[in-house]
């Protein structure tokens, strides 16, 4: 089970990273534009991702997506996401027909794979067959569908392990905590998410409470000092 960050901001990715046990980071071109939205100059892309790289590790997990909506294109991005930041990159790409083709000619050339922008079974289904090494259903976009994202999710881990495929899935798109853990409980191995999501999973009011409630009877014995600061 497998957390990841959903953005491509910095200082979140620093900040979460030291706290979480997060094992990568996910981005795709709406959240690049959320991450540069305040900035006047028109941010360097590739300088973002690396940056974003050195924070993470070269063994991190890191998805970068494609923007051509061709094949050709998305060939010629992943060239340069490769060139550029470095091969261990996860090729995000979106599940069209042209995406297909792409994803099918990356395989051949052994590169990792994301599918991504996956609404429903079907997509899932073809992107298993053309060799993805993820696949990333968007949960809250399919719950906002009438879809059923945990449906679907664990449709694609039956066939994952009922035809053996080596890919996994990312599950994206989420509005809060409850939506991750269905999720996993659904059978996905990843889920990515907006740092704010796992912050607000731990800001709960009971959780404090509860740690207060500890300090509090502790103090009351040994008065305002740690147990490493006891004589
Ligand atoms: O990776 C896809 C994800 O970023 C989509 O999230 O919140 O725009 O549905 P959202």
Request: net charge negative.
């Given at each position: ?10 200082e ?23 991450s ?195 004589s």
């Open positions: 089970m497998k957390y990841l960050l959903d953005t491509a901001n910095l979140a990715i620093r900040f979460c990273n030291d706290i979480f046990p997060i094992s990568g980071v996910s981005t795709n071109p709406s959240i690049v534009k959320a540069f939205a305040k900035s006047e100059k028109k941010p360097d892309f590739f300088a973002h991702m690396n940056a974003i790289r050195a924070v993470i590790g070269p063994e991190s997990p890191f998805h970068i997506q494609v923007t051509a909506p061709d094949s050709d294109g998305m060939l010629r991005d992943a060239d340069a996401i490769l060139n550029r930041v470095d091969e261990q990159v996860c090729v995000k790409i979106p599940v069209t027909m042209e995406g297909l083709k792409a994803i099918r000619a990356l395989k051949k050339q052994d590169i990792t794979v994301t599918a991504t922008a996956v609404y429903g079974k079907t997509q899932a289904f073809l992107a298993l067959e053309a060799g993805a090494d993820y696949i990333a259903p968007y949960y809250n976009r399919m719950e906002n569908m009438g879809l059923d994202s945990d449906g679907v999710i664990a449709a694609i881990a039956q066939m994952i392990s009922e035809y053996d495929y080596p890919t996994q899935i990312l599950a994206a798109s989420f509005k809060n905590a409850g939506q991750v853990e269905r999720a996993f409980e659904a059978g996905a191995q990843c889920a990515t998410m907006d740092p704010s999501i796992l912050l607000a999973a731990l800001k709960q009011p009971y959780i404090l409470d509860a740690v207060e409630t500890f300090q509090s009877d502790w103090k009351a014995i040994f008065g305002d000092v740690t147990a490493a600061e006891l």
